[in-house]
């Protein structure tokens, strides 16, 4: 059925508040104050993620005339990323308020849903909307009057519930999803300990791998990309373990060039600048192609299982050394090549490293089940909220 399309600012005519968060600067804040100033890194996609450390005093917040905010609250972030994400906030041990970047929405529960229009706003087609009212070159933001001018279908209250329990429902599932898959990971990394924490004989990393470090300086420039071809590696490949899909792409011509920092099969690529040690695997279905400067190319030796050295590489202990050893005052980059070989590494019998391996592809074939799960769910959320919101 089709409902009527109203502004967000007509749907929250009757609504407690609709208001921005507080002015709060610096000098205002206060580390031994007991009232939370919330964050924009606070503000999750249809999650409240209680990630910031910032306070108030009692009298500045009466100084400042604050908003409390309140259990079953809505609150929009006015800036990315993304931009307009919206959750509902649950609740701390302590009175809150909120920056002056965040809206705060508390509805008329008697008119509106609160977890329903949660969803609304977190819906793709008013994201649409949304961007298309941000105003600012350098840093993006949405006024709430421009907020205020978003059009939603607007159905009854009952059919708003009705909508909201049945994403909610949806939205559980996939969490559970996801947990399941995290711990899938947790269980490898377990098996791993369990089976080599006690090994006697240590190694380096340079005694059972050959190091590649991505090629520095120009080698790589944006103009020398082309719409296909071998495909360049890049760091995020390594963070989201994923060796099919590249974005930049070079010639025969080039790739022959650059020979040298070619991958193949059972190949590791390891992220060395900001987000240092993630690992991913070269297998027969990852395309041709090279590695960039972000990365470290890992080649196991002969007799070194590839799935072991990954975990080995993913360990507590090989990450922790890799921290410890990592420069830069921003931005962080890996240790230098030397540190980088000298890692230990345990060496268990090749027999060992192979029952590992047939224990981690049971994992794993468990893991893409649940992942083939999880994107047949996010497609089917995807299609209730666009049934739901969809604007005509």
């Known amino acids: 059925m089709i409902w009527p399309v109203k502004k967000l600012g007509d749907i929250l005519s009757t609504a407690e508040i609709f208001t921005d ?9 206060d580390v031994n104050g007991s009232i939370r100033l919330l964050q924009l890194a606070d503000i999750g996609d249809g999650n409240f993620i209680n990630k910031s450390n910032r306070f ?6 009466i100084r400042l005339k604050c908003t409390e905010v309140q259990l079953g609250d809505i609150l929009i972030a006015r800036m990315p990323d993304p931009l307009g994400r919206a959750c509902i906030f649950e609740g701390i041990s302590q009175k809150c308020i909120t920056v002056v970047d965040v809206c705060i929405i508390r509805v008329d529960s008697n008119i509106v849903d609160a977890r ?7 819906n793709d087609s008013v994201r649409r909307q949304i961007s298309s009212f941000a105003k600012g070159a350098t840093r993006v933001r949405i006024s709430r009057k421009n907020l205020s001018h978003i059009q939603i279908e607007f159905p009854p209250l009952a059919e708003q519930q009705r909508i909201a329990e049945l994403l909610d429902t949806a939205d559980r599932i996939l969490k559970q ?8 990971d947790q269980l490898a990394q377990s098996v791993f300990v ?40 890049e760091q995020r490949n ?21 020979k040298d920092f070619s991958v193949t099969d059972n190949d590791l690529i390891v992220s060395c600048s900001g987000t240092l040690g993630k690992v991913a695997k070269i297998d027969k279905e990852s395309p041709r192609g ?97 049934q739901s919101f969809a604007v005509n």
Not at 177 to 184: C, G, T
Not at 207 to 218: D, I, S, T, Y
Not at 325 to 350: D, E, R
Request: with cysteine; aromatic share 8%; hydrophobic share 40%.
């Open 56 to 61: 108030i005093n009692e009298s500045t917040f």
């Open 21 to 29: 968060g507080d002015w709060v600067e610096s000098k205002d804040q």
């Open 238 to 258: 390594a963070i989201y373990d994923d060796c099919k899909n590249g974005k930049y792409f070079i010639t025969e011509e080039k790739f022959n060039e650059m």
């Open 290 to 386: 090279i590695i960039n400067q972000a990365l470290l190319r890992v080649r196991p030796k002969k007799n070194i299982s590839s799935s072991f050295l990954k975990s080995a590489i993913e360990s507590v202990s090989v990450q922790r050394n890799l921290a410890i050893s990592s420069h830069g005052s921003g931005l962080q980059n890996f240790p230098p090549m030397a540190v980088v070989k000298a890692v230990p590494i345990p060496l268990p019998s090749f027999e060992l490293q192979l029952k590992f391996e047939s224990i981690k592809e049971e994992i794993l074939k468990k893991k893409i089940d649940l992942i083939n799960s999880k994107n047949n769910l996010e497609n089917l959320l995807k299609s209730l909220q666009h």
């Open 194 to 233: 369990a089976m080599f924490s006690n090994i006697e004989h240590i190694t380096t990393l340079s005694q059972v791998a050959e190091l590649k470090r991505g090629p520095f300086g120009g080698a790589l420039k944006k103009e020398i990309f082309v719409k296909h071809g071998p495909m360049v590696y």
């Open 177 to 184: 999803r996801e947990s399941a898959i995290a711990k899938l």
């Open 116 to 122: 329903w229009l949660m969803h609304a706003i977190n």
